[in-house]
T-cell receptor
Framework: AQSVTQPDIHITVSEGASLELRCNYSYGATPYLFWYVQSPGQGLQLLLKYFSGDTLVQGIKGFEAEFKRSQSSFNLRKPSVHWSDAAEYFCAVGAEGGGADGLTFGKGTHLIIQP | GAGVSQSPSNKVTEKGKDVELRCDPISGHTALYWYRQRLGQGLEFLIYFQGNSAPDKSGLPSDRFSAERTGESVSTLTIQRTQQEDSAVYLC????????????FGPGTRLTVT
């Protein structure tokens, strides 16, 4: 069965500093990988996705993520964070071709931005 | 068009009562998913529909949970005889078709069982 691990429950970053959120997945075949952001009281918004091709994917709001098959990782990065980036971030994996089990999500990383 | 909508946004109910949660997917999206998010947790997949068919209901937490969908539109998630452990945010998502294509999420229904 597929699984996603986000090792950091909380991360605190100063405004303007760079950010990297870690995500490791376990899946036997080619994974479809996603990063979602959830602001307080809001639904989930898709930041970016990886299906195939270039392993460095660009998303919205200045985020990017790199798929590393050898490390089973899909870490999210941003060169310079803004206070509005404070939110909960979820990494998710889906099965190629779909399946009855939807997306498997990590438990999330809570990002705190210090002024 | 409009995004995924869910109603109600908040629901407080007494233990033992039944509740019905509604999801309106994005028009034209054939696949619809229900997830549960407990406080401080990630999302737990419950069930998905392709059209109005739900091939696998094994993700539903108990037989008190049921879901149905009318055609390729509205879906309802029903929880009978609610328990306190059912308290969570219930999120609905839709995607263009079945598969791990990007899913678009609604704002959720926050259910509190007292």
């Amino acid at each position: 069965a597929q699984s996603v691990t986000q090792p950091d429950i909380h991360i605190t970053v100063s405004e303007g500093a760079s950010l990297e959120l870690r995500c490791n997945y376990s899946y036997g075949a080619t994974p479809y990988l996603f990063w979602y952001v959830q602001s307080p009281g809001q639904g989930l918004q898709l930041l970016l996705k990886y299906f195939s091709g270039d392993t460095l994917v660009q998303g919205i709001k200045g985020f990017e993520a790199e798929f590393k098959r050898s490390q089973s990782s899909f870490n999210l990065r941003k060169p310079s964070v803004h206070w509005s980036d404070a939110a909960e971030y979820f990494c998710a994996v889906g099965a190629e071709g779909g399946g009855a089990d939807g997306l498997t999500f990590g438990k999330g990383t809570h990002l705190i931005i210090q002024p | 068009g409009a995004g995924v909508s869910q109603s109600p946004s908040n629901k407080v109910t007494e233990k033992g009562k039944d509740v019905e949660l509604r999801c309106d997917p994005i028009s034209g999206h054939t696949a619809l998913y229900w997830y549960r998010q407990r406080l401080g947790q990630g999302l737990e997949f419950l069930i998905y529909f392709q059209g109005n068919s739900a091939p696998d209901k094994s993700g539903l937490p108990s037989d008190r949970f049921s879901a149905e969908r009318t055609g390729e539109s509205v879906s309802t998630l029903t929880i009978q005889r609610t328990q306190q452990e059912d308290s969570a945010v219930y999120l609905c998502a839709s995607s263009r078709t079945r598969g791990a294509y990007e899913q678009y999420f609604g704002p959720g229904t926050r259910l509190t069982v007292t």
